[in-house]
């Protein structure tokens, strides 16, 4: 696996999680690194040099164009409604709902590489914003 640290390619789609409950609810985080760890209670992502005990965590892998969820030891997890069971591994796809057991409902979101023009847009929408 690559380092948690390597900066994301150009060319690789933009992943994204949406937090439709808990702290976080509302916001929007892209996923970028390689290896992120995420907290069950908050679904707060952090790199896992971060994270003294990785079984009480949900690990994301980068796999291929989108990212793979397992499942920690000491908390549940469904996509779609569906079990993963513990050091379980899921492929994400857009669209994907996750709920983490005493935590967070977030939607994982795939979007296309960005473009120069479309930078150059987001810059301007800023700009308005």
């Not at 690194?33 to 690990?59: H, K, M, N, Q, Y």
């Not at 899921?90 to 979007?111: A, K, Q, W």
């Amino acid at each position: 696996m690559s380092s948690s640290n390597a900066s994301p390619n150009p060319t690789q789609r933009d992943a994204a999680l949406v937090y439709l409950s808990g702290p976080l609810r509302g916001k929007t985080v892209r996923v970028t690194a390689a290896t992120l760890r995420l907290l069950p209670e908050t679904g707060e992502l952090l790199s896992p040099d971060l994270v003294a005990d990785e079984r009480r965590t949900i690990s994301l892998y980068r796999a291929g164009d989108g990212y793979e969820l397992v499942a920690s030891l000491s908390h549940r997890a469904w996509i779609n409604g569906e079990p993963v069971e513990h050091d379980d591994s899921r492929t994400l796809r857009s669209g994907d709902l996750i709920e983490i057991e005493s935590g967070p409902v977030m939607r994982f979101r795939i979007h296309p590489p960005r473009s120069g023009s479309l930078q150059v847009a987001q810059r301007g929408v800023r700009r308005l914003l």
